[in-house]
Every structure is written in structure tokens, then in C-alpha cells.
């Protein structure tokens, strides 16, 4: 379950007890919204799959899609070997300023960090876990955040 505060409008999801779609749908954040009934707190979630838009679900009945190598490439990381790293150029056009977005697996979590190429030194930006985090990273430093997730059983894309 992903708490409400961190979630946003256009994050890739995976939907879970659904009676229309199979388990671990995936799915992005169309609109959020909360209400209140019985003095509980809920924040419901329009979620969209391949055009179709479903009606409202709650955090409880989505999960976060765990980030992993396939992801990464994917959606355009260079995997450098042995390393278990994966670089991504941040697109500056001065071969002085380039900066990369490296994200390494450390302890079962993603270390994101910021390294300018042709330097040892890096600043990390924070440890992640799922997709949806990856998302709000590539959003706050002005890259492309449509990530493609991959069909884990015949090597389509899942289409969100």
C-alpha cells in the first residue's frame, strides 16, 4: 500500500483487488482526490489503463511496481557492468557541465545520485524502491518521466 501524501497525478501504480482487472494491473493516477466518511480519511484514486479510465479505488487497493534492471533499461539507463549501476545523461550540452543521473542497488533499495561525468564525486539524492519514486525524481529535475514498464512474463510493455 502507498501512502496518500506520496503520490501524484501520473504515477504508475499496480492495482490489486479489482473484480474488472487482473491482479497487478498496471495503472496510472488520472486524478486524487479525499473524503470523509465515518470519521476516516480516505483518498480515492481515478486510475486510466490504455485509454479506459476506472471508476475510484483507495490506497489500499494499489501498491507501488518495484523498480528493477528491465525498468531501468528500458527506459534508456546504460547498465555499467559489474557494478550493478545504471547512468542516465541529464541532456547538457557543455562537455564541462555533463551531468548524469546514476542509480546504483544498495542493501534492496535504489541509491539515486547526481554525478557530473569526467568527476569521482557524487551527491545522492535519495534511496527508492518503486517506480512511482522514480518518477517524482525525473519530474523535479525536468527530465521525461513517462517510464515504459515491461510484461514480466513475455517481454511486452505494459501499457498503462
Known sequence: MIKSKDLRIGDLVHVNHSPILPEESVCTIDSIYATTSFKTEHVNLI????????????CN???????????????????IIPKKKFT??????????????????????YKVSLKH?????????R???YVHELQ??????????????PEKSDGKEAKP
Open 127 to 129: 534511496h527508492i524502491q
Open 136 to 149: 517524482h525524481i525525473l519530474l523535479a529535475l525536468g527530465m521525461d518521466a513517462d517510464l515504459k514498464i
Open 47 to 58: 486510475l486510466t489503463k490504455q485509454d479506459w479510465r476506472f471508476g475510484t479505488w483507495y
Open 61 to 79: 487497493d494499489i501498491d507501488g511496481i518495484p523498480l528493477d534492471s528491465h525498468i531501468l533499461e528500458k527506459n534508456g539507463f546504460n547498465k
Open 117 to 125: 561525468e569526467g568527476m569521482s564525486d557524487k551527491i545522492t539524492i
Open 88 to 109: 542516465k545523461s541529464l541532456g547538457d550540452t557543455s562537455k564541462f557541465l555533463k551531468r548524469c543521473l546514476v542509480i546504483e542497488l544498495a542493501q534492496n533499495r
